[in-house]
């Protein structure tokens, strides 16, 4: 008989590590005393909320320990410096199934005690640049998004930006239309109302059907990289902005700690930053809808290939 796990889920970030192990006959159960292994996200509650400052041991990380259970951890988000580099004495797992050697090399970077083992991007498929030949691109803007109802004014200050910029290129004629994909309040997101502008409310379900809709997509986190995976033109931005939780419920802001030991070799190409100008933005659109090198370079070292199930239950099973 196969061992029986527990498996915190976030989202749909852990859809493809659930469906690997059910597909090897592996059990599910609710209660981690009942577990031979726990998989989740991450370790630390309060690290996102800034409610525990440095973050106290989740409730399942907790038992897991004292019961001596193995835990492994799947990717939280689509880039490993958060919550990671905000752990200040972090605990080290069994492994940490990540999606890229770029995820696993930060790790590295940042002296994550976790083994890593690379085991392909989960999070949609991996598919071939496909260049916008047009002459004009439908964009969709996806700004950084709410968590718990609250936006960082630095998050919302590029947001702010980023729509402004995009709003002065449709009206200049640049692009061919401008959709808004936002997720929580509109206000909180740093957008309005505009009359040149289409809006869709967002759910954080993993779906794609606006960027496939769309030529070219700016966004900054899990929606860009997603973009990126499929093969569409893509510009992120905030990238300036050094990486924190997002405090709320009267939680202090915090910063990671290593952000200059991995701010270079994370970096996407094409970015829209506070300062960009409509002009220089514009070029930037241009430019990304084109084949680029350093794009497919960033692509195989931050995303990588699609995620491998039976390899996924194999490395797994070799910690047991």
């Known amino acids: 008989m196969k061992p029986a796990f527990f498996f915190k889920p976030h989202q749909h970030k852990g859809k493809a590590f659930l469906e690997a192990l059910m597909a090897a006959s592996y059990k599910k159960t609710r209660i981690v005393a009942k577990a031979d292994f726990v998989l989740l996200d991450f370790l630390y509650s309060g690290l996102f909320s800034g409610v525990h400052g440095s973050g106290r041991l989740r409730r399942e990380a907790a038992l897991a320990i004292e019961l001596g ?66 002459e004009k691109p439908r964009v969709l803007f996806a700004p950084l998004h709410p968590v718990g109802g609250t936006l960082p004014q630095v998050e919302r200050d590029i947001n702010e930006h980023t729509f402004r910029t995009l709003v002065s290129l449709r009206q200049a004629g640049e692009l061919a239309s401008l959709t808004v994909r936002f997720y929580g ?25 606006d960027m496939d809709e769309a030529d070219v997509v700016v966004s900054s986190g899990t929606y860009a990289h997603m973009a990126v995976a499929l093969g569409k033109p893509t510009v992120m931005m905030g990238q300036d902005i050094r990486p924190h939780n997002s405090p709320r419920g009267g939680g202090q802001l915090a910063w990671v700690r290593n952000w200059e030991l991995y701010r270079d070799f994370t970096r996407y190409p094409h970015s829209i930053e506070m300062g ?45």
Not at 186 to 205: F, K, P
Not at 302 to 316: C, K, M, N, S, T
């Open 185 to 209: 309040d509109m206000g909180t997101n740093g957008i309005q109302r505009h009359q040149e502008v289409h809006y869709r409310q967002a759910l954080l379900s993993g779906t794609t059907k």
């Open 69 to 134: 259970k193995p835990i492994f951890l799947y990717p939280h988000w689509c880039s490993p410096w958060l919550p990671h580099d905000l752990e200040v004495d972090p605990v080290a797992c069994a492994a940490f199934f990540v999606h890229s050697a770029g995820y696993a090399k930060v790790l590295e970077m940042i002296g994550y005690p976790t083994p890593t083992e690379v085991v392909g991007w989960s999070y949609t498929d991996v598919r071939p640049f496909s260049p916008f030949a047009g």
């Open 276 to 320: 960009t100008s409509p002009s220089v933005a514009a070029a930037t659109i241009r430019r990304a809808c084109e084949t680029n090198a350093a794009v497919e370079e960033w692509k195989a070292s931050h995303i990588g290939e699609p995620f491998d199930p039976a390899y996924f239950v194999q490395r797994l099973e070799s910690y047991l």
